[in-house]
């Protein structure tokens, strides 16, 4: 028995008149259609602290929720846990209706279990009336844990082998196995086991009919889904899901599988939208592939002349790297993100998702386009001047890896735990063999008879052991990536200086870098030269002082002659003011005539005379060229890519401060 968990049972025991219980309770959607939703759960969990004579302090639900998940992926049970880790604790235990209610899967019961344990706090299993502050109860959790993975391994096992089974067998026969039906197709005798069958949905208000409409006008449009899109809302024919067709949608639909060759693909690896678990070679983890053939929609002539049609409106070839690293890592004012550049634009940029019309014909956003270099460049640069700050990851890992210790499960301890049974066991068995191996004239029966039930239990031990090792060895890898971060910072310097774009989406990636707009994108089509001029030169913006233009003046007469309607200083004071700000010409009025500016600027860039005279001032007080970035946030996790709802670090900078 755990020492810890004992003390605080029995403290609490001394010290309040009842133990503190929270019931936990858990359906599957299964478990629901069979009638034991959560209130009948409920009712008998209730019942049960009722008897115990303990004090309800609070439910929690989880309805719908298969019992294969972590506890940090059920929301109640993720919010008993952060109760749980409070200071003082609120509660001493734990009940459920049954083991299952707890995870089928053991990685989903014993962390959360163990974790418990070393918080002080046990739990109760309601049918059976027993909890784990024994070492006679934690042994009969062990074994009915152990059952429900088995049963769950079971079920799944025989679950799929059904299903490919019946896939294989009917495949000829445009037999439905299960998963979606394609559009214009239904199923027929569904329910029927062995006999529901693909058919054209063909009847009077059949779907079929709208997919040949829509073929129909793609072709009349010569290949404008969007406009076919928008001709079938304006006559009513909507979606399976009574929603307005979309050009993605429509294309989805027309350019299928089904459509174009008439075929469905069981357990398909290249569908995006029906992807099945795969192994490390890319095969299905359960069966094989089945393609199975369905009526066709449409005569081979029509699906040529349907090809034909999208052909015709598709883009030419690809453009050099279209990589845009940071393509759905944007989010804009609008709630929408934006994505990278459209292979068929000349310059990379990111445009908003909010800018793609819902369904044909919907209003859309009017955020503006972002260069894809400036903001790169922001966001790139950013990420590897915190990266190159030893110190600052050092701190930020150091409590990364404190908050982990505080949550996670004292592996060594389980370990040591069960090699300790593990060697009871082994004790046990040599004396049962001595002792039957004299009293029997069998001795082999004897013994097998006398031990099979604790090799039994011996056998379950030594996996559990193997499963906690690895657990164990999973945990050491996260904190591993933490000292890995550390050293990061050191490699920063050289290695994340000139990556590709490969290359930093990669990092950007692991790092789940996002950037949040706090202000709508500006008119990047409407640059200032003079700002321009400083940010290609990579030089910041001087200011002009009596002393300085003492130094700038001769260089600008000895080229130039004075500009009767603009003194010289006052051109250039002026032309700085214009680069600090970005304003347009007519907004120069205080610095005296624009158009006389405007020609200064003109003639002292084309002689020289500019670029030599902004040499002189110096750095002396300059201001940094301004962004024409909107304000933003740069998120990104602080373990790459495996913290599951741990905190984040924000850093909110104004870019036009850079």
């Known amino acids: 028995m755990n020492g810890r968990l004992l003390s605080a049972i029995e403290v609490t025991r001394r010290t309040a008149s009842q133990l503190r219980a929270v019931a936990y309770l858990r359906v599957s959607t299964e478990e629901q259609k069979k009638g034991f939703g959560i209130r009948y759960t409920g009712k008998k969990v209730c019942r049960h602290i009722a008897k115990k004579d303990w004090r309800l302090v609070e439910t929690f639900a989880d309805e719908g929720f298969s019992g294969s998940l972590e506890w940090h992926e059920r929301p109640d049970l993720k919010r008993l846990m952060e109760l749980a880790r409070t200071t003082p604790r609120p509660f001493d235990v734990v009940v459920v209706l049954e083991e299952r ?67 294989e067998q009917r495949a000829d026969e445009a037999g439905y196995v299960g998963g979606q039906c394609p559009y214009g197709w239904r199923i027929e005798n569904q ?30 449009h010569k290949g404008d889904i ?142 503006r386009q972002i260069p894809a270099d400036e903001i790169e460049f922001y966001a790139w640069g950013r990420l590897v001047r915190l990266l190159r700050d030893p110190e600052e990851l050092k701190l930020r890992a150091e409590l990364w890896v404190g908050l982990n210790d505080q949550a996670k499960v004292n592996f060594v301890q389980r370990l040591k735990e069960l090699e300790g049974e593990i060697a009871q066991k082994d004790r046990a068995i040599g004396v049962i063999m001595a002792a039957a191996a004299q009293e029997s004239d069998n001795p082999e029966e004897a013994i097998r008879a006398a031990t099979a039930s604790l090799k039994e239990q011996r056998t379950a031990l030594a996996e559990e052991r193997a499963r906690v090792a690895a657990w164990q060895a999973e945990s050491a890898a996260v904190e591993d990536q933490a000292q890995q971060l550390q050293q ?121 005379a500019w670029s030599e005279a902004i040499g002189l001032l110096g750095t002396a007080g300059a201001q940094p060229v301004p962004s024409r970035l909107p304000r933003m946030r740069l998120k990104f996790e602080v373990i790459p890519g495996l913290i599951l709802n741990a905190g984040s670090d924000s850093i909110t900078r104004d870019p036009r401060a850079r």
């Open 101 to 167: 209610a707890i995870g089928r899967a053991g990685r989903a019961f014993w962390p959360w279990v163990w974790e418990l344990e070393d918080l002080g706090v046990f739990t109760a299993i309601v049918r059976g009336d027993y909890d784990n502050t024994t070492d006679e109860g934690r042994k009969r959790m062990r074994d009915e844990a152990a059952r429900a993975e088995d049963e769950r391994i079971a079920i799944r096992d025989r679950t799929q082998g059904g299903i490919q089974e019946a896939a």
């Open 191 to 220: 329910g029927r086991k062995g006999e529901c069958t693909y058919v054209l949905d063909d009847g009077p208000d059949g779907e079929w009919h709208t997919l040949d409409m829509a073929r129909r006008l793609v072709i009349e």
């Open 226 to 367: 969007e406009r076919a899109a928008g001709s079938l809302n304006a006559q009513g024919k909507l979606t399976r899901w009574g929603k307005l067709w979309t050009r993605q949608n429509l294309q989805a639909r027309l350019l299928s599988a089904a459509v174009l060759e008439s075929r469905v693909v069981f357990r398909a690896t290249e569908s995006a939208a029906n992807r099945v678990q795969t192994d490390a070679d890319g095969n299905p983890v359960y069966g094989e592939t089945v393609v199975i053939r369905i009526p066709s929609a449409f005569s081979e002539v029509e699906v040529a002349e349907l090809k034909g049609a999208v052909k015709v409106r598709n883009y030419g070839p690809k453009r050099g790297d279209r990589t845009c690293p940071l393509s759905e890592r944007i989010l804009s004012t609008c709630g929408e993100y934006y994505t990278g550049c459209a292979p068929g634009e000349r310059a990379r940029k990111y445009r908003c998702a909010g800018k793609r019309p819902k369904y044909a014909g919907a209003p859309v956003c009017t955020c």
């Open 488 to 608: 990061l910072a050191k490699l920063a310097a050289k290695r994340l200086t000139n990556v590709t774009l490969d290359d930093q989406a990669l990092v950007l990636g692991m790092m789940n870098a996002r950037l949040v707009l706090l202000e709508p994108v500006g008119n990047f089509a409407r640059s200032c030269p003079v700002t321009t001029w400083f940010r290609e030169a990579g030089r910041p913006i001087p200011v002009l002082t009596d002393d300085t233009w003492a130094v700038v003046e001769p260089v600008i007469r000895a080229r130039h002659r004075p500009d009767k309607r603009l003194p010289q200083r006052q051109a250039l004071e002026g032309l700085l003011h214009k680069a600090r700000h970005e304003g347009s010409w007519h907004t120069l009025t205080d610095y005296g005539n624009p158009g006389a500016m405007r020609s200064a600027w003109d003639r002292w860039r084309t002689s020289g």
